[in-house]
């Protein structure tokens, strides 16, 4: 028994005699409390029901016993543990078959091993392609790839072991979820190019020694900050004194706020400070509009562009779209 983790059905090989009635039952000490209990042979090595020890022969039970006895830690508390495996004779005697140690309880089983060598200790290496920051900052749409490695305490590469993957939009309230888990090579290596469209992320990968088990062994976090993708159009490109312009435009990333997203519409002289002259808000499917008249003769030439602020209800870092230009005459 090398298993830190006893899950659901658990086998245990032991042997046992006794000369009076025989070897009758393994019992499961949690923490100094015998909570489960195993008969370890048929009738009439069984007591009378309602009793603990009245048999109906004065030899009940075999005089040993040997092999495999199997117990369901469906019966035991979950976490961690002191327990011991007992075995008893029909007369009440007591022995230690195996314990005391520490166990990880756990109610259903957790699947078989995760990797080669599956193990209680182990590294994330871990990095964005091409940086040595944990943190990444992109533009809209693009894809930077995540590089990492898993290796055991001793720098073993452990290969063919699954790397879960939980992601947290940088929006207030957003819930974690789960995607595809990453699979190592034969290097203890995995790779992963983020999709088209991704928001700011924190992305968490753990290592769990078991398929199917609640604690992972080791976690790794990285950061992905994505500019807000934005589209600005107008509708002329020359105007003359006391004509308008339309700007329209639409925010790319998803998923938008229910009451729409606030958008700043700015222009300056080239090369000047941006100055904010409009704030509009975009719809629910992130369209947005404005008209701007020019009170003033040209010759003038000016650029124009939309910027969207970072905001907790928005997963997405400032972004500004293209710039556009008008020419006054």
């Not at 603990?52 to 075999?62: G, H, Q, S």
């Not at 992972?216 to 312009?245: D, E, H, N």
């Not at 706020?257 to 000047?272: F, I, M, N, S």
């Amino acid at each position: 028994m090398t298993n830190t983790t006893w899950a659901g059905p658990t086998g245990i090989s032991f042997g046992a005699t006794d000369q009076g009635g025989g070897v009758y039952r393994m019992g499961i000490e949690v923490d100094g409390q015998v909570l489960s209990t195993v008969n370890l042979a048929g009738d009439p090595c069984r007591a009378w029901p309602g009793t603990e020890r009245t048999f109906l022969a004065p030899k009940p039970c075999p005089s040993s016993v040997g092999g495999v006895s199997t117990f369901d830690t469906k019966d035991l508390p979950e976490g961690v543990h002191t327990v011991r495996v007992l075995v008893e004779d029909a007369a009440g005697n007591q022995a230690t078959v195996y314990g005391p140690t520490t166990k990880r309880l756990r109610k259903t089983d957790p699947g078989p091993n995760n990797g080669t060598p599956a193990v209680d200790q182990a590294i994330i290496k871990a990095a964005w392609e091409g940086r040595e920051s944990d943190l990444r900052s992109i533009k809209y749409n693009q894809q930077p790839v995540l590089r990492g490695q898993l290796l055991t305490a001793a720098g073993q590469p452990i290969r063919d072991a699954f790397v879960r993957v939980t992601i947290t939009r940088d929006a207030r309230n957003s819930p974690p979820f789960e995607r595809e888990s990453l699979t190592t090579n034969s290097e203890g290596r995995f790779r992963w190019r983020m999709p088209k469209g991704s928001s700011s992320r924190r992305i968490q990968l753990a290592y769990y020694q078991r398929v199917r088990d609640d604690q992972p062994v080791v976690v790794k976090t990285l950061r992905l900050q994505v500019a807000a993708g934005v589209t600005l159009r107008l509708s002329r490109t020359t105007a003359r004194r006391g004509q308008s312009v339309r700007l329209r435009g639409t925010l790319r990333g998803r998923p938008l706020p229910k009451g729409g997203k606030v958008v700043e519409l700015q222009a300056r002289d080239p090369g000047g400070r941006w100055i904010t002259f409009r704030t509009v808000r975009a719809n629910g499917k992130g369209a947005f509009s404005s008209r701007y008249r020019f009170r003033n003769p040209g010759p003038a030439r000016f650029q124009m562009r939309a910027r969207v602020r970072r905001s907790g209800d928005y997963p997405y870092a400032t972004g500004t779209s293209p710039i556009r230009s008008i020419r006054i005459r």
